[in-house]
């Protein structure tokens, strides 16, 4: 199934978010995604809302979401509306699996990971689903998990920053989970609800993420609704060569020296301020960076990636 910005319905206006996890301060690579899904949506005039996906609580961390918002003023991204909690969406998450259940387009699995490691073919992001439950539970086994059904395998996106895109969901794990076994609903399904009933029109995110694409766009063909356009960007690294983030080593920022730290994003992104010794104040500098956008796309200033990850390959 082919998805284009074109067959974007449900508002004519941008709305785009950011969603971060309260696991800890966000740093470097967190901020550069935010500040790229600010630029791009405010230089369209679009909204910008701000999620806090709290919903996987033993990651949650006391204090993350408020080190979260204060980091974010300091750096003048400001966003639109109230802020959107996981954490207090529990029924819209069950109403969706209900949905999902009922039209058997979601079945419950018993598998464990052992089970998974010993049955299931290697993928590009752990052994493929070997469909041991899809029919049915077999006799021996009990409920722990529930998984969407994987209808569609091929999928096709017009992603705004990478081109065109082509996803194999088999390759990426077939059938996939939606509600994980110890209850907690999962990221997958999570964000697809919370984006509809947002109104979410663009997502802007990292390449990390792009092997969440066709998942999410086979949910949104599940519950019967149009999905958003995609935009994937590329992430930070650490010294070792996997994304920066807590698990790597990443050091929150400050807001003593937001000044600085916003002028090195930036100029990663292909914006750099045009007094990048003494840069200005945030509110400034994003200003200028969205003045030179003016005309152009921020795809037109990001790196490309030299390979894609995963199941996904460049058309």
Known sequence: MTVTPERITRADRYVGRFAPTPSGPLHAGSLLAAVISWLDARSTDGRWHLRIDD????RVRPGAADAIFHALEAFALVWDGPVTWQSQRGPAYQRALDTLLTSNLAFPCGCTRKDLAARGRPGWEGPIYPGTCRHGLPSEREPRAVRARATTRYWTIADRFLGTVAFDLEALGSDFVIRRADGIVAYQLATVVDDLDLGVTRVVRGIDLLGSTPRQMQLYEALGATPPAYAHHPVLVAPGGDKLAKATGAEGIHAGTARRQLADTL???????GDAQAPDAPEAQLAEAL????????GDHLPLPAALPGAARAV
Request: charged share 15%; net charge negative.
């Open 267 to 273: 100029t990663v992104i292909g914006l750099a301020p």
């Open 291 to 298: 003045e030179r956008l003016q005309g152009h796309t921020l």
């Open 55 to 58: 919903i996987d609580t033993p």
